[in-house]
């Protein structure tokens, strides 16, 4: 790296000489356009673009989603804003975490290219109109208790998706049903780009590591460890072989009840691919859990491949 062309501790893009992959000092976008125009000048290059949709607050699970995209990109575009669309009322909208400076420091050791963090006017009209809505898929698991929160999400990423155009966009396994919801819309609306689902990071004793985590005192920090359990019992009682759905839901939920701040919402097996119900464990299996702990929401899931159609 010696030939390499550095300025200031940043490396300059492009080394000239050993032609090695270098990076040039991250930019901060507040606009579309501007965003646009970066994302253009790498692409001229023939720069693979990834992205990273975000709400900041990032963590260890962002991070890896990061990682992920710097490895496999020539070009890396994180977006940091709290969707207002994807809340229903009365969820934590105003309470989210934004530590703005914090996540420009995490994004530029990380080795982005450019953070996009856009105000609420940039990214919606006073009175947005158009939606995007994946369905079906929407419906079940948190869609059930989170009315409106998948469209918002849909219609945010397709939104980012034009904006950012990347080639391809990273997302964390613990939102599973995201993860499904969004791959469909790519495939169902064309959108020219590949959805990578990256693995759930955990915390060491297993929980998995959420911005949400923030909002939990230390002792139901140690409740919360039931999510995990629950679904490690999931996991132990299909690879036992046992076939009905109905008789593992009832162990895990005994797990979770044993936890004294754990209110369930949710414990459901279904078709990983799908999202609807399996009564019988079958094929590719998600089993997926949400609880209310204290002022937070906690969802988590392991998917399950029994190999067996
Ligand atoms: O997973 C999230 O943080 C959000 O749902 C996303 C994908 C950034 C859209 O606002």
């Known amino acids: 790296m010696d030939s390499c062309f550095r300025r200031n501790d940043t490396i300059v893009d492009g080394c000239e000489f050993c032609g090695e992959r270098v990076k040039t000092e991250m930019e901060v976008a507040e606009t579309i356009e501007s965003v646009r125009s970066l994302v253009k000048a790498a692409r001229s290059k023939g720069k693979r673009v990834g992205f990273v949709p975000t709400m900041g607050a990032l963590h260890i699970g962002h991070i890896s989603l990061i990682e992920a995209a710097v490895k496999e990109c020539d070009f890396v575009v994180v977006s940091i804003f709290v969707n207002p669309t994807q809340f229903g009322p009365g969820e934590d909208f105003e309470k989210y975490p934004r530590p703005l400076e914090a996540d420009l420091e995490i994004c530029k050791k990380a080795g982005v290219d450019v953070v996009f963090a856009p ?13 995007v809505n994946v369905e079906k898929l929407t419906e079940t698991l948190c869609g059930r208790f989170r009315p409106g929160h998948f469209r918002g999400v849909t219609t945010i990423c397709a ?4 904006i950012v155009s990347p080639d391809v966009a990273f997302f964390g396994q613990k939102d599973a049903q995201q993860a499904v919801v969004i791959k469909r819309m790519v495939a169902d609306l064309n959108m020219p780009l590949e959805i990578v689902v990256c693995p759930t990071v955990r915390e060491n004793d297993g929980l998995a590591v959420s911005s ?8 139901q920090k140690k409740d919360a460890t039931c999510i995990c359990k629950s679904l490690q019992k999931c996991r132990e009682m299909i690879e036992a072989g046992t076939k009905d759905s109905e008789t593992i839901i009832v162990e895990m939920r005994k797990i979770l009840s044993r ?7 949710y414990v459901s097996i279904v078709d990983a691919e799908s999202l609807q119900s399996l009564d019988k464990i079958i094929g590719k299996v998600l089993a997926a859990v949400a609880v209310r702990i204290g002022p937070a929401r906690l ?4 998917v399950v491949d029994t190999g067996k159609q």
């Open 259 to 265: 936890a004294p701040s754990v209110e369930i919402e």
């Open 299 to 302: 969802i988590d899931n392991i």
């Open 159 to 162: 939104k980012l998706f034009n």
């Open 212 to 219: 949400r985590n923030k909002y939990l005192t230390k002792e």
């Open 119 to 131: 105000t609420p006017e940039q990214m919606y009209r006073a009175e947005n109109v158009t939606w």
